[in-house]
């Protein structure tokens, strides 16, 4: 048995664990909602907001946060095509698909990798945006989980991925400065 195996064999019980929290109608309903807003609309809203609600100075972190989404896009793609993990959903029939899946395999999570790249660069330009996008960027990550669609990896990868790329840019525009 290979590594991934029986990494993914010790996850099952843990995925089970979050999977049945999404047996609960009400549960279900919320994670799959905040899913759906992960799936980019909540963030390309902020972005589209941040200069209405700061000024046109904060057009640049509106481009800054899209810049590192383009980014992560091609590094969470080349992951998915070259892990080719199953799905939990698809490794365990006890595992309940609460959601349908926007592609065929897990490794990374990509709405946890895009949501906390979003949330390290908004907040190195206007932490007064943790209060929102904390809470929201936790709840996409445990979204996933719930939903039967990632593995707890799945979403450490995806959180450590999408929080390296938006230092790495932060890095590179000489660090941020607070608005």
Known sequence: MGLMQRVTEAEIPVCLAFNRMGHRWLINRIFAGISRLGDGIFWYTLMVCLPLIHGMQALHVSLHMALVGLLCLPIYKFLKATTGRDRPFRHSTDISLHMAPLDRFSFPSGHTLHAVAF??????????????VLPFTLMVALSRLVLGLHYPTDVLAGAAIGATVALISLWGMGGAVPL
């Open 119 to 132: 949330t390290v660069v908004l907040l190195a330009w206007l932490p007064v945006w943790a209060w929102l």
